[in-house]
């Protein structure tokens, strides 16, 4: 089961793109750090029209900086963002042959997926949550189910106007924890 778009994003060319191309979707997920969801989940295709490609074995080889870095950059740090996706492709390569969806395919049980997840660059627990939801929720990964929060994910997103919902339930709910402090 693999959805015909993820709606993390308002271009509708980004959104098929990353139902479509796993890479795509763990770019999107390391680069979710300290810009808005839709401007991180936009970020793949903005990258795959800058280089032409999302080939983890090409992208390994490049050096991605000028490409998030051109205007509109991809993301506010595209120094360090560019090294992540790079170094993220050069882990997938290696370690899966180049197909990300290995990642879950493969995995033996929860605790394998959450190990293979968390080894990712840039990936840490709520990363490992986010995507299991995903994974969990979109593609059926029954791996992925324990993975699946009580509290707004992504993984509960499968529309526009339930993106919009999701950021709306997320800014509640991290103002809640800071209250909690």
């Known amino acids: 089961m693999a959805p015909a778009a993820l709606y993390f994003t308002e271009d509708p ?17 390391a680069i979710d750090q300290q810009v808005p969801v839709p401007k991180a989940f936009a970020g ?3 990258l795959k029209q800058r280089v032409g490609t999302l080939q983890t074995a090409r992208l390994a080889a490049m050096d991605l900086t000028d490409a998030f870095r051109t205007p509109p950059a991809i993301h506010r740090f595209p120094g360090s ?10 882990v997938v390569t ?26 990712l660059p840039g990936f840490g627990e709520m990363k490992i949550m986010a995507l299991g939801s995903v994974l969990s929720l979109h593609y059926g990964v029954a791996a992925a189910d324990p993975l699946v929060p009580e509290s707004p994910c992504l993984g509960k997103v499968n529309s526009p106007e339930a993106l919009a919902d999701y950021q709306a339930k997320k800014r509640a709910h991290k103002a809640a924890l800071r209250a909690a402090r």
């Open 44 to 46: 793949p295709y903005v």
């Open 94 to 119: 290696e370690e899966y042959g180049g197909d990300a969806s290995r990642i879950w395919s493969e995995a033996a049980d929860t605790a394998d997926l959450r190990k293979r997840i968390g080894a």
């Open 13 to 29: 060319d980004a959104c098929r793109l990353l139902a479509t191309d796993p890479f795509a979707l763990l770019v999107g997920f």
């Open 81 to 90: 963002m560019a090294e992540r996706v790079r170094e993220l492709a050069a």
